[in-house]
């Protein structure tokens, strides 16, 4: 009984933990924080992952590089398109291949309508984590225009599959150009009223500017990439830094901030939709005409060596570091994934604040949970 | 039997047609009166019409209650370009009654190591204190339970007591997340208590008058959001704030953030149990709302400017039931729309918003008030 | 005096943004034209899916009961997790020659990931994608599908 008095009475004892997740609403997934609390000041946050371990990296040793492809569609789902590119310039890169122009805006332009769809979600679902429910509606609604555009072409909504090493699967579907020249138009309506809902709003401005600063130097050595880094000021584009596809040829912006609260992650984002948009613009009615896929062989063998290949994903820079030694499967995959690398921030960020304002940097990182695990 | 009680002696009374009862309960209520003190003694008269007061509101409770679930699945649906539900009836009318069969039967769940007294006696606790409020507010022109003298005061009282219900609800089950949502909401209704106070302060000053059949009958000329100028205007606004942190709904609804605590301090309610707090939620929206159409939008009193003129006397065709309920689900769809709208607050910024702001705000506006009262400004 | 200011100015600026927000909402309320909900057990008559929507791998026929189907086994070999099953019989031909044909095509719609590898690999373009997507049965053997048809044969001139 005595040892038990003793035992309340010490620091770690009075410690309050509670479990958000791994079932909880905004984990966006199945995540567990262990959370220490004081109050409902934030003590300690432990994030614990795995409940969505799929064990993509070993699958891929025994698959073809043409049958990855759909594996990598299950990591980062909200940014299938990506996941999906990297492999495919990384074996094109391997095999050194020319990749005919039409090939190069096709990824582009879906690469971008990714990013918006994926942009979109982030703002429905960061809108409900702070408690505007309608925010999920309204961002959900908007992104359907997009998925019905992915589906049109590549006949996946979400889970596109439309890449295939030396191009895409299908050719763009002729409607293409007029279904997206719509969504634009209706898009650059109403992101004014999603800037009405959220980005002024008095209350939104209370919950997130000031919360979770992370400073440049910090998001440099944690390697925080995508909208997250850049609201720091990391300049670490890889569409700017390396371009790869038809970056090279369009024009926009970096969106850089100084600030790095959960705000400017924010406000990175609803920018990149605005500069993706952009992207789309200069590109839509420019599509070359050409082939959409190189003839490949049926069994691809890549020269026995390692290879790694960065994009740029809506969470951040994408990396997949293939070795092979000779044979028609790899040797050994690894992803470089985004979330992961920001995840390891977040018990840095939230040190101190309430656990009101957890959530709120929780879901300003942008995580995509089975992108953590794999 | 039945003549005795009054209903059919008042009906044949009546030189008008039976809807004229709509324009005024009072002779409705003492026929009954009279038939049930010719029946019996006193004492069992009073039991009588006590048991029949009881069930009407048991019966009001429930139909406001469903209903008002239904009417907010809806109107979020429709702020949200859905259709809500549909399925049930037309226009999915039954979805709530369907909903509440469900919950009547589904197994209410026994807490390891809860304070089960505690746990159990929570839902009632909140459902009494909604009961106590619903009696002292006046539907209609006759149609009032209980008219207090001090009926603001007894008001403001009575429904801050469901604070007690939420605490010992979160507290009894024995979960983190309930406690959390507890102290937040302890916190959160003994903060805008005041507020709620004070505003409504501010019209008893224009009214003179703490009864609210007293408060209603002083709208006659006019209803006290015109009478009191910018004062009434503002104290209105607080009220409408204050009144919607009081009763935990967004963007106040910090003791259930679903995003943060799950579900807050009903987190280990089940069944029925829960129904009762979730009902209880919208009764409270139900009783703001109808407070503040008493005492800012009038009551039951149809809209009127002067003393007695032709538009006056076009609006008295509506019966006062009718302006009373129009009034209130009105203000329930402005306090839906805020919910629907804006984000949640962090603990510390609502209390921030109450003291730094609502506070210092309404005890300037009451000086102001007591002023223009003072001078004779008011209309 | 300054600080004042600030603060109506904050009370001022904080009223307006919520009330911009509560403009767009309740004007949506008042507008339904905008829900965008789909009936859709009601509009399955009506309902028509995008013409490359991914719902199941089907083996199209002809009038006459036949497919491209050699039965070569290169969906089975592409197939990322073994949805495809291909069993193939040996028969005599009219000529006398020993022909390797299809017996059975078996897909397993369960696990099916709609990579569209076996899609896009046959070489005979055997295989489709159809736009069928109510899957859901109450038995999960309901799901590994023989794609084809009992009795049907090799389309002529199919076969290199």
Request: hydrophobic residues 35%; contains cysteine.
């Given at each position: 009984m005595e040892e038990k008095v003793k035992d309340i009475d010490t620091d770690e004892q009075q410690e309050y933990i509670i479990n958000i997740g791994p079932q909880h609403p905004s984990t966006h997934g199945v995540m567990r924080l262990v959370v220490s609390l004081k109050g409902e000041t934030v003590k300690n946050v432990e994030p614990h992952l795995g409940y969505i371990h799929r064990g993509i990296e070993k699958m891929c040793e025994s698959l073809t590089y043409q049958q990855i492809i759909h594996l990598t569609d299950r990591m980062d789902y909200l940014a299938a398109h990506m996941n999906n590119e990297v492999v495919c310039l990384a074996v094109e890169k391997a095999l050194e291949i020319e990749i005919p122009d039409r090939v190069k805006v096709i990824r582009t332009l879906m690469s971008e309508l990714t990013r918006i769809q994926s942009h979109e979600l982030f703002w429905a679902s960061y809108g409900m984590d702070l408690g505007g429910q309608t925010c999920y509606f309204y961002g959900l609604r908007d992104r359907e225009m997009v998925l019905d555009i992915f589906e049109e072409t590549t006949?996946?909504?979400?889970?596109?599959?439309?890449?295939?090493?030396?191009?895409?699967m299908y050719d763009l579907h002729p409607n293409f150009q007029k279904r997206v020249k719509e969504f634009l138009k209706h898009f650059r309506k109403v992101l004014p009223e999603y800037d009405d809902i959220l980005t002024n709003n008095v209350i939104f401005h209370e919950r997130t500017v000031g919360i979770g600063p992370l400073s440049l130097n910090e998001a440099i050595s944690y390697g925080i990439t995508g909208p997250s880094g850049r609201a720091s000021g990391f300049s670490c584009d890889v569409r700017k830094h390396e371009p790869y596809s038809a970056y090279d040829r369009v024009k926009f912006n970096?969106?850089?901030?100084?600030?790095?609260?959960a705000f400017h992650r924010y406000l990175a984002r609803v920018e990149e939709m605005r500069e993706s948009m952009n992207i789309i613009d200069q590109l839509i009615d420019n599509i070359?005409?050409?082939?959409?896929a190189v003839k490949m062989k049926p069994v691809i063998r890549l020269p026995e060596g390692e290879y790694y290949q960065r994009v740029e994903t809506p969470r951040g820079e994408l990396g997949v570091f293939i070795i092979s030694d000779g044979n028609k499967t790899p040797y050994r995959v690894h992803f470089r994934t985004p979330n992961f690398a920001n995840l390891s921030v977040l018990n840095h960020l939230v040190k101190g604040f309430k656990i009101a304002d957890l959530i709120s940097i929780f879901g300003s990182l942008d995580f995509v949970i089975p992108d953590i695990d794999r | 039997m039945l003549t005795s009680f009054g209903i059919i002696n008042y009906l044949s009374a009546q030189s008008g047609p039976w809807w004229r009862v709509f324009y005024d309960f009072t002779s409705l209520t003492k026929n009954i009166d009279a038939g049930l003190h010719n029946a019996m003694s006193p004492f069992w008269t009073t039991v009588t019409e006590m048991v029949i007061v009881g069930i009407l509101f048991l019966l009001f409770y429930a139909v406001i209650g469903l209903f008002l679930v239904y009417a907010e699945r809806k109107v979020c649906a429709f702020i949200q370009n859905r259709l809500g539900p549909n399925r049930l009836g037309p226009f999915g009318i039954f979805q709530t009654v369907a909903d509440l069969i469900k919950l009547l039967f589904k197994e209410l769940i026994p807490i390891k190591n809860a304070d089960h007294f505690l746990f159990n006696l929570a839902p009632y606790i909140v459902i009494i204190v909604n009961f106590m409020v619903l009696a002292a507010i006046p539907y209609a022109l006759g149609l009032h339970a209980v008219d207090l003298n001090i009926g603001i005061f007894y008001v403001i009282a009575v429904s801050s007591m469901s604070v007690i219900g939420v605490l010992l609800a979160g507290w009894s089950s024995n979960s983190k997340y309930s406690l959390l949502g507890a102290m937040r909401s302890g916190a959160q209704i003994v903060s805008y208590e005041l507020s709620v106070g004070l505003a409504l302060a501010t019209v008893v000053i224009l009214a003179g008058s703490m009864q609210l059949s007293v408060i209603v009958e002083g709208q006659?000329?006019?209803w006290f959001i015109f009478k009191g100028h910018i004062p009434a205007v503002i104290a209105f606004v607080i009220y409408i704030i204050a009144g919607t942190a009081e009763t935990n709904r967004g963007p106040f609804d910090l003791a259930e953030a679903e995003s943060e605590l799950?579900?807050?301090?009903?987190?280990?309610y089940s069944g029925i149990k829960f129904a009762f707090f979730y009902l209880a939620e919208f009764i409270n929206m139900f009783i703001v709302a109808s407070i503040a159409a008493t005492i800012f939008l009038g009551g039951w009193m149809p809209l009127h400017f002067g003393a007695d003129n032709g538009f006056n006397r076009i609006m008295d065709f509506i019966p006062p039931v009718i302006w009373f309920f129009a009034k209130t689900f009105f203000l329930i769809w402005v306090i839906m729309l805020f919910k629907w709208t804006f984000p949640r607050l962090r603990i510390d910024q609502l209390l921030t918003l109450e003291w730094k702001y609502l506070l210092p705000i309404n005890i300037v506006n009451l000086l102001i008030m007591a002023f223009i009262v003072l001078m004779g400004w008011h209309f | 005096m300054r600080s004042i200011i600030n603060y109506l100015k904050d009370i001022f600026l904080g009223v307006r943004s919520l009330l911009k927000g509560m403009k767009v909402t309740s004007r949506y309320f008042w507008s339904p034209r905008s829900i965008v909900t789909e009936k859709y057990p009601e509009n399955r008559k009506t309902l028509v899916m995008l013409e490359r929507s991914k719902g199941e791998v089907i083996m199209p026929h002809n009038d006459k009961n036949e497919h491209h189907c050699t039965g070569c086994g290169i969906c089975q070999i592409n197939c990322p997790n073994g949805s495809i099953e291909v069993i193939s019989k040996i028969i005599d031909t009219e000529d006398g020659k020993k022909k390797k044909i299809i017996d059975k095509h078996i897909y397993k719609l369960g696990q099916c990931t709609f990579c569209g590898l076996c899609v896009k690999t046959c070489p005979s373009n055997a295989l489709a994608f159809s736009?069928?997507?109510?899957?859901?049965?109450?038995?999960?053997?309901?799901?590994?599908?023989?794609?084809n048809k009992p009795g049907s044969q090799l389309m002529k001139g199919v076969e290199q």
């Open positions: 006949g996946g909504r979400m889970i596109v599959s439309y890449n295939c090493p030396g191009g895409v970096e969106v850089l901030y100084a600030e790095g609260d070359p005409e050409g082939p959409y | 006659r000329t006019g799950t579900a807050g301090y009903h987190t280990e | 736009t069928k997507f109510e899957h859901a049965v109450f038995n999960k053997a309901l799901l590994i599908k023989v794609l």
